[in-house]
């Protein structure tokens, strides 16, 4: 009994380093791809943010399903909604962060990188509360 008990708090230890890991990847490819598109290619803000949005939740998704969580969708169909699912958890974050982008880069012509930063903060706090 005491084995199955530590073998099951050292997988949810690997899975919360993992997951921790692969979230704060997804913070670097989010501010990442923000900046090439926007800084690197004058892409409008709100439309490099949702470039980067896709790119970083596409790699969250992919990396939570195969290292963090492991799960399994047998078919075709199951792994579409699998990911259906998990981007439309996602979708409310990108509504709250195009907002931000709107009315601190948009209309008040902040920094842009200093607003995607604060921006993703918020995303951050909110993936993990919500």
């Given at each position: ?16 380093v ?17 900046a090439?598109?926007n800084?690197f290619?004058g892409i ?25 969580f492991?799960?399994a969708?047998p078919?075709?169909?199951?792994f579409?909604?699998q990911?259906f ?5 996602r979708?409310i974050?990108?509504v709250i962060e195009?907002?931000i ?8 012509d ?5 607003v995607?930063l604060?921006a993703?903060v918020v995303?951050v706090?909110l993936?993990?509360?919500?």
């Amino acid at each position: 009994m005491d084995n199955i008990i530590i073998r099951n708090r050292k997988e949810e230890f690997k899975e919360l380093v993992l997951y921790t890991f692969f979230g704060n990847m997804t913070f670097v490819i989010s501010i990442g791809s923000y900046a090439i598109f926007n800084v690197f290619f004058g892409i409008n803000e709100l439309i490099a943010n949702a470039l980067a949005w896709v790119f970083a939740v596409l790699f969250s998704y992919v990396t939570n399903k195969k290292w963090v969580f492991k799960a399994a969708t047998p078919t075709k169909t199951a792994f579409l909604v699998q990911m259906f699912a998990f981007f439309s958890g996602r979708f409310i974050t990108l509504v709250i962060e195009e907002t931000i982008i709107f009315i601190f880069i948009t209309l008040l012509d902040y920094p842009s990188m200093w607003v995607k930063l604060a921006a993703q903060v918020v995303v951050v706090v909110l993936t993990y509360y919500c």
